[in-house]
C-alpha cells in the first residue's frame, strides 16, 4: 500500500492497486493527508474483524474534490472519512446528510450506498461526547462548557454538540468575535438563549468565562506546534476544571501542562479521534467497533 494516493490513482484504481492483497475500499481525504493515523486505527480493526477490505489516504486538492466523490462507487468504496480542509464542501455535495452533519456545518463521514448515492454524517461532536464520558464520567448535559477557538470547523461541531445535548451553560469564545456570528446563530436556535455566551478571545473575557465554566474544550490549534504557549495561563485555571483539547497527540500539550500545575484534569485529543473512528465503523458495517484493538493502534500510530 502506498502512503498517499492521489487522484490520478483514483482514475485508473483497479490497475493501481492491482497488486494489493486486499481491495482499498476506504479511505481518509485530506489535504494535507500523510499525517493521518486513521489507516493505522481502522486496519487494525478491520483484520480484527475479518474483514477483507483496507484503509487508505487519499490526497484530493479542492478542485478535485467533486469528481472524486463521484468516483467512490465506480471505484466501489464503502465510505471515506474527510478531514481538513474538505468537510463543508463535502457537506455540499454528498446526496443526502443527517442532522447532525447539517448542525456541524460538515461531513466528515461519508457511506456509499448500495445505489451508489453518498449520505455524508458527521461523528466529531458524538465523538466528543464519547470521549468527555470516558475521560471524566460526565456528560455534556451535566457540565457548563468554554469552547475556545469556536469560529473553526471543529469549534462548530463541538458547540452544536454541546447545545444540542444541552449543556448548562455554553460559552463560545474566538480570537475574531465576527466569526462567530453564524454559529451563534445555528446554536441559539436549538439552545436556551440566557445559557449562551459568545465573546472575544481576550483575558478579561477568558477570566470571567472560567469562573463560570467546568470543562474547557481546545478547539484551537495553539499547542499543536513545537515551542507553543498554553492557551490559558495557569494562573487562570482551578483544580476544578476538565480541561478536553482536541490536538490529538501521544504526548501532553501545553494546555494540560498547564493544568498539571493546578491539578486539573486534562486528556487530549487522542480519545475523541479514537471514537470519532469507531463511529465511522460502526455506520460502515453496521456493527459495533473493536475499540481497544483500535485504541491500540491508535497510540502506537501516536508514540
Known amino acids: 500500500m502506498k502512503p498517499v494516493y492521489t487522484f490520478a490513482d ?11 492483497p486486499m481491495p482499498l475500499r476506504l479511505a481518509v ?17 478491520l483484520a480484527s474483524c475479518d474483514l477483507a477490505v483496507r484503509y487508505c489516504r487519499l490526497y484530493l486538492r479542492p478542485n478535485e474534490l467533486a469528481a472524486a466523490l463521484r468516483l467512490l462507487p465506480e471505484k466501489g468504496f464503502l465510505g471515506v472519512n474527510c478531514t481538513i480542509p474538505h468537510k463543508a464542501a463535502v457537506l455540499a455535495a454528498v446526496d443526502e446528510a443527517d442532522e447532525g452533519a447539517r448542525r456541524a456545518g460538515g461531513v466528515n463521514t461519508v457511506v456509499v450506498g448500495n445505489d451508489g448515492r453518498l449520505s455524508g454524517f458527521s461523528t466529531d461532536g458524538p465523538g466528543l461526547a ?6 471524566f464520567g460526565s456528560e455534556l ?12 470547523g471543529a469549534g462548530r461541531a ?9 449543556a448548562l451553560r455554553l460559552t463560545l469564545l474566538n480570537r475574531s468575535v465576527e466569526k462567530l456570528e453564524p454559529l451563534r446563530d445555528a446554536v441559539a ?3 436556551l438563549a440566557d445559557s449562551l455566551v459568545v465573546g ?23 499547542g499543536m506546534n513545537p515551542g507553543d504557549v498554553s492557551p490559558i495561563a495557569a494562573s487562570l485555571l482551578s483544580s476544578r476544571h476538565l480541561l478536553y483539547d482536541t490536538i490529538y497527540t501521544s504526548g501532553r500539550t501545553p494546555l494540560m501542562l498547564a493544568g498539571d500545575e493546578v491539578g486539573a484534569r ?4 487522542l480519545s475523541m479521534l479514537l471514537h470519532q473512528g469507531a463511529l465511522s465503523f460502526e455506520k460502515w458495517f453496521q456493527r459495533p467497533a473493536p475499540l481497544e484493538v483500535m485504541r491500540a493502534a491508535l497510540v502506537a500510530a501516536k508514540a
Open 158 to 166: 463541538v458547540a452544536m454538540q454541546c447545545a444540542t445535548a444541552g
Open 141 to 152: 448535559s451535566d457540565l457548563r462548557v468554554l469552547v475556545l477557538g469556536a469560529g473553526g
Open 130 to 135: 464519547r470521549a468527555v464520558r470516558e475521560q
Open 10 to 20: 483514483m482514475q485508473a484504481w483497479e490497475t493501481v492497486t492491482a497488486d494489493e
Open 200 to 222: 472575544p478571545w481576550d483575558e478579561v473575557t477568558l477570566t470571567a468565562a472560567l469562573e463560570h465554566s467546568d470543562l474547557v474544550v481546545n478547539c484551537s490549534a495553539l
Open 189 to 191: 436556535a436549538i439552545y
Open 266 to 269: 486534562s486528556a487530549n485529543g
Open 29 to 45: 481525504i485530506g489535504d494535507p493527508v500523510a499525517h493521518s493515523a486513521s489507516p493505522q486505527m481502522h486496519n487494525a480493526a
